[in-house]
């Protein structure tokens, strides 16, 4: 067996197991029953499934001046993806989507719940959301 | 046939199938952030895509389109997570 026909079968297997990603996040989004978990899910073509379909473009492109480009656009989407899962979870969690009966552990609802307290009790304060004027509070 | 064309239309079947089931997540909800999530992957799988034509085909015309998508996907998510309210009753 060659080395081109080992570098192709990679390349498949790649191509493969990162088209199975999507499908599994497609999978999860159908049948997970509230946001949270189906954000766990969504992630898979994001992050891996990209990894694999980039893996296999330099697999069959076979030029080192098109790593750092790859490396770069995954790179770029490792540090975004958890950036937009964690501000929808966070609206997600505040808005209500979520299920509570479906928690074991829920840690930060006393937290959310003190911190809305505090914002109901005292109309002057505005969550700590505008710093300045009224210097005698 | 060779091998490379019989995987090709195995993952266009298997894209399809998964770009469908995001279609359906986007279209039946229930609630806006399932269907940002739902938009998010229907964006990768398009990503998957194209990144499989750069493959198979042997160019490299994508890539720029390809790391266009992901900047559009995360200003697109963060953007409507950061206005989103509360319009529905305690479950």
């Not at chain 1, 540090?79 to 840690?107: C, I």
């Not at chain 2, 389109?65 to 963060?78: D, K, M, N």
């Given at each position: 067996m060659?080395?081109d026909a080992?570098l192709?079968?990679l390349?498949?297997?790649?191509?493969?197991?990162?088209?199975?990603?999507?499908l599994?996040?497609?999978i999860g989004?159908?049948?997970f029953?509230?946001?949270?978990s189906?954000?766990?899910?969504?992630?898979?073509?994001q992050?891996?499934?990209?990894?694999l379909m980039?893996a296999?473009?330099?697999?069959q492109?076979?030029?080192?001046a098109l790593l750092?480009?790859?490396?770069?656009?995954?790179?770029f989407?490792?540090?975004t993806v958890?950036?937009?899962?964690?501000?929808?979870?966070?609206?997600g969690?505040r808005?209500?989507?979520?299920?509570?009966?479906?928690?074991t552990v829920?840690e930060l609802n006393?937290?959310?719940?003190?911190a809305?307290?505090d914002?109901a009790g005292d109309?002057?304060d505005d969550?700590?959301r505008?710093r300045?004027?009224?210097?005698?509070v | 046939?060779?091998?490379?064309g019989?995987v090709?239309?195995?993952v266009?079947v298997?894209?399809s199938?998964?770009a469908?089931?995001?279609?359906?997540r986007?279209?039946?909800?229930?609630s806006?952030?399932?269907?940002?999530l739902a938009?998010?992957v229907?964006?990768?799988?398009v990503?998957?895509?194209?990144?499989t034509d750069?493959a198979?085909?042997?160019?490299?015309?994508?890539l720029a389109?390809?790391?266009?998508?992901?900047?559009?996907?995360f200003?697109g998510s963060v953007t409507v997570a950061?206005?989103?309210?509360?319009?529905?009753?305690e479950?």
């Amino acid at each position: 067996m060659s080395g081109d026909a080992i570098l192709d079968g990679l390349t498949m297997a790649c191509l493969l197991v990162g088209a199975l990603m999507s499908l599994a996040a497609a999978i999860g989004l159908l049948r997970f029953p509230d946001l949270m978990s189906r954000m766990h899910a969504a992630t898979k073509p994001q992050v891996l499934g990209l990894l694999l379909m980039l893996a296999a473009v330099a697999l069959q492109m076979r030029s080192w001046a098109l790593l750092p480009v790859l490396l770069g656009a995954w790179i770029f989407q490792l540090l975004t993806v958890p950036v937009s899962a964690h501000m929808v979870g966070r609206a997600g969690y505040r808005t209500k989507h979520r299920r509570p009966d479906l928690l074991t552990v829920d840690e930060l609802n006393p937290v959310v719940a003190a911190a809305a307290k505090d914002l109901a009790g005292d109309p002057e304060d505005d969550g700590g959301r505008d710093r300045g004027g009224d210097p005698a509070v | 046939m060779n091998a490379m064309g019989i995987v090709l239309i195995i993952v266009v079947v298997i894209l399809s199938l998964a770009a469908a089931g995001a279609i359906y997540r986007i279209a039946a909800g229930p609630s806006l952030l399932d269907r940002v999530l739902a938009a998010d992957v229907l964006l990768a799988i398009v990503g998957a895509a194209l990144a499989t034509d750069m493959a198979v085909n042997h160019h490299l015309n994508n890539l720029a389109l390809l790391v266009s998508l992901s900047v559009i996907g995360f200003i697109g998510s963060v953007t409507v997570a950061r206005f989103v309210s509360d319009r529905r009753e305690e479950p």
